[in-house]
Each structure stands twice: as structure tokens, then as C-alpha cells.
């Protein structure tokens, strides 16, 4: 007997702090890799989250932390 999956698994909702840090995509100007994260505003380091492959991941980061603006690339 197989299993089918009736529904999507949920996006656990993640938070990050809002005064302290903001939604950044860090690309390679190199070979073109994107990775999401946040940026701390007072050191500038910024913490890695996931790697973008294409529109989907993004699309899961956003809903992931309930992140409706367009996010700032930084190279």
C-alpha cells in the first residue's frame, strides 16, 4: 500500500528581530550564488540563512518570516 500526502507540509513561521536586523539576498558577482539572510544594522555582519536556487526558495524565505517587501541584494 503507498501513502499519498494529502497536504503541503506547513512553513514553520520563523522571526528575526525587526529593529536590529534586515532581510538581504548576498550575491556573488562571481559565479552568480545567492544566499538569504539578515543584516545585523549596527555591525554589518550578516547571518546565512538558505541558499536561493530560483523564484521558489525566495518565495519560501519570504513566507518563511513573513517578509512581504522586496528584499535588497548586496554584492
Given at each position: 500500500?503507498?501513502?499519498?500526502?494529502?497536504?503541503?507540509?506547513?512553513?514553520p513561521a520563523q522571526t528575526y528581530d525587526k529593529s536590529r536586523q534586515k532581510p538581504v539576498i548576498k550575491a556573488s558577482i562571481?559565479?552568480?550564488?545567492?544566499?538569504?539572510?539578515f543584516k545585523d544594522?549596527?555591525?554589518?555582519?550578516?547571518?546565512?540563512?538558505?541558499?536561493?536556487?530560483?523564484?521558489?526558495?525566495?518565495e519560501r524565505f519570504k513566507k518563511m518570516y513573513g517578509i512581504e517587501d522586496e528584499i535588497?541584494?548586496?554584492y
Open positions: 500500500m503507498t501513502t499519498t500526502k494529502l497536504f503541503k507540509k506547513k512553513i562571481c559565479n552568480g550564488e545567492q544566499i538569504a539572510g544594522l549596527h555591525t554589518g555582519k550578516i547571518e546565512e540563512v538558505m541558499l536561493i536556487k530560483g523564484p521558489a526558495d525566495l535588497g541584494k548586496e
